[in-house]
């Protein structure tokens, strides 16, 4: 099976400007997460959908973060305006049931400058 | 207070040498927990499930010690593709499945 995707791989963009991440799960999986890995730190925990129902948002920074997942499919991940603090990987994950480790994408490795 | 806590190395070995990672979690109510491999500039992929019974897969071997809270990695005869940064991975009981990552720790094994 396909893994999930995530487009683009790098992103550099300047400072006040905005950038949409874009990630395609596994078909049939009903979970996705978002995480976000800044230099030197953990991977952390963004938010998690159940198809399209955000059932978890509580690692989302700041709202000039907005995901979405329209139909249940694919998700996007906006950041509006980028500052420099929002430089990182940004990986995505799905998985089939909500009790197992699951699948990341490559990440999207974003630059703020 | 993190988490998860792990030594982030570097941990550098001869191959066929053995290798154990340690890995502390501060929360009992810890429900799940994994071992992720990270090879550089690449996303994390699962390495194993570790469990109460402990759990073996082929040279790898992991543990999980609640009541000390700390899941261990150990990796037999390295070989120099084992070079990575190793994940430890909890999820919390009332926090569904989302992770808690460790920093990681990296591993060279040298010819």
Known sequence: EAGVTQFPSHSVIEKGQTVTLRCDPISGHDNLYWYRRVMGKEIKFLLHFVKESKQDESGMPNNRFLAERTGGTYSTLKVQPAELEDSGVYFCASSRTDNYGYTFGSGTRLTVV | ?111
């Open chain 2, 1 to 111: 207070r993190k988490e998860v806590e792990q030594d982030p190395g570097p941990f550098n070995v001869p191959e066929g040498a053995t290798v154990a990672f340690n890995c502390t979690y501060s929360n009992s109510a810890s429900q799940s927990f994994f071992w992720y491999r990270q090879d550089c500039r690449k996303e994390p992929k699962l390495l194993m499930s570790v469990y109460s019974s402990g759990n073996e897969d082929g040279r790898f071997t992991a543990q999980l010690n609640r009541a000390s809270q700390y899941i261990s990695l150990l990796i037999r005869d390295s070989k120099l593709s084992d070079s990575a940064t190793y994940l430890c991975v909890v999820t919390l009981m009332n926090t569904g499945n989302q992770f808690y990552f460790g920093t990681g720790t990296s591993l060279t094994v040298i010819p």
